[in-house]
């Protein structure tokens, strides 16, 4: 066994595992063809050229299609941001819990996150005695991450399981990104935006190494990383209509710019390189980024595969879809050995690394 294996090895014995990764998503069902329908009555013949190349087949909304065109403001979006979202968050967790074989009682850090709705007290503490969390149980909600808040979760609860390595944590995204979209901005940020995103929840369970459940992979390390003067790539400007959509071109050349070499060094520190990586789990922030991150990464044609099928069948889910991602290559596993990519990207501009071990 070389000197990487070994290291490799030692780092898998002590490392928290994910346990279950599930996602919840609304009832609503359309096609990509009726949200163009309904749309471009205020996007135009512009959205829908957005539309029809955004890689989306089907959306889950959290309202019907016809009803958004009701809502009064961002006090009834907002509302109706928590109704659903605490409906799709309980159905996230208890799937996730029944999956890993963990009672509520267990868990002992539960982590929240979203961007696209308001909550104060937040989702997680209104879900606790709902799911039948302790009530000493550690809450930690998350908000303004986006899009990488997905992979920095499951990294902060490794952190987490690493100090106690007997504990249970739980990671709770819930994004419904239908609910923020602003129908009189015409802008190309929010066409895009109308075209890419979608609904859902998702949950994750992890364990330390210590407690006697946890058959899925390893966490054997993370890396966060802030990209220079690129504040404005990515965001919301909140205001008096709720959240306006900031999207500039700059994301894929920003994975261009720099997600080869954060990669490769990454990787390097922990003995490996990109061969070595057996699955990518990776967000699929869009067409664009997904070939970015295809060229610069070398990646086989196959390899992003669960990534495309997510954004196809459920359109971009924010913080969900990268949680989406690992539920796929969880249920369909590389052997044992094998080692594992998470990667995403979203506002400050970010990325987020997390390295996996099967």
């Known amino acids: 066994m070389g000197e990487a294996s070994r290291t490799a090895s030692l780092i898998l014995v002590d490392a928290p595992r994910i346990a279950s990764a599930q996602i919840a998503l609304p009832s609503n069902v359309h096609t990509q063809e009726e949200i163009i329908d309904e749309l471009t009555r205020f996007g135009g013949a512009a959205f829908e050229r957005f539309a029809r190349t955004a890689g989306v087949q089907t959306r889950r909304l959290a309202l019907p299609l016809s009803k958004y065109g009701n809502l009064s403001g961002f006090t009834e979006a907002n509302d109706t941001y928590v109704q659903v979202a ?8 208890r799937s996730a819990l029944d999956a890993a074989g ?3 009682s267990d868990v002992d850090l539960i982590v929240s996150t979203t961007v696209t709705g308001l909550a104060v007290p937040s989702l997680e503490a209104r ?18 991450l986006g899009c990488v808040a997905g992979a920095a979760g499951v990294a902060r609860l490794s952190d987490y399981l690493r100090a106690y390595p007997s504990h ?3 990671l709770l995204a819930v994004e419904l990104c239908s609910l923020t979209i602003q129908r009189d901005d015409r802008s190309p940020a929010n066409l895009v935006a109308s075209s890419l995103f979608g609904d859902g929840a998702a949950a994750v369970v992890a364990v330390g190494s210590a407690f006697p459940r946890g058959d899925g992979p390893a966490v054997l390390a993370s890396r966060s990383r802030l990209y220079p003067d690129s504040e404005n790539v990515m965001g919301w400007d909140i205001g008096t209509e709720g959240f306006r959509i900031i999207l500039s071109t700059e994301v894929a050349p920003i994975a261009e710019r720099y997600l080869g070499d954060d990669v490769a060094g990454f990787l390097g520190e922990h003995g490996l390189s990109r061969k070595d990586i057996a699955s990518w789990v990776c967000h699929p922030g869009g067409p664009k980024v997904i070939q970015a991150m295809e060229r610069v990464l070398g990646l086989d044609a196959d390899a992003l595969d669960h990534t495309r099928n997510s ?8 913080s969900v879809s990268v949680l989406d991602v690992l539920r796929a290559t969880m249920a369909a596993p590389p052997g044992q050995g094998a080692r594992g990519l998470m990667i995403a990207m979203g506002p400050g501009f970010c990325s987020e690394l997390v390295l996996l071990g099967w």
């Open 311 to 318: 954004l196809r069948d459920n359109g971009n889910l924010s």
């Open 127 to 144: 879900l606790a005695a709902r799911v039948g969390l302790r009530s000493d149980v550690k809450r930690l909600p998350l908000f303004g």
């Open 86 to 93: 605490l409906e799709l968050g309980e159905r996230a967790l």
């Open 102 to 104: 963990v009672r509520p």
């Open 168 to 170: 249970v944590a739980v």
